[in-house]
């Protein structure tokens, strides 16, 4: 009976304790990786066309294919595209879309691959 107790309660802790030790451990990675890479939250342009996406920067441009990103996590306030596990390709702040309508449409695209 007690072990059944003593389950209960680490099952109700994990519960509530391990979504934000991954809300803590990726907003830690991400300060990492800015604070590695400022270039990241410089002003960008993207474009997607043709299965690519392409990031336009003030003195140069970076395309990808569509199937070569790994992952896209959308939290509150910005859009994460990851090229692997480990390396974003961009960060797009949601405030960047005119309306909720044209971030879907985005997401879709980046979907298709």
Known sequence: MITIIVLIIISILWIIFIPKFIDFSNKRDIKKLVKNNPEMLLKKQINVQNKSICLLKSTSSECI???????????????????N???IYAII?????????????FLNLLNKK
């Open 85 to 87: 596990k480990n390396i």
């Open 65 to 83: 294919s569509i199937s070569d990103i790994k992952n896209i996590i959308e939290k509150k306030d910005n859009i994460y595209i990851f090229k």
């Open 93 to 105: 702040p949601i405030k960047a879309f005119k309306s909720n309508e044209e971030k879907l449409e």
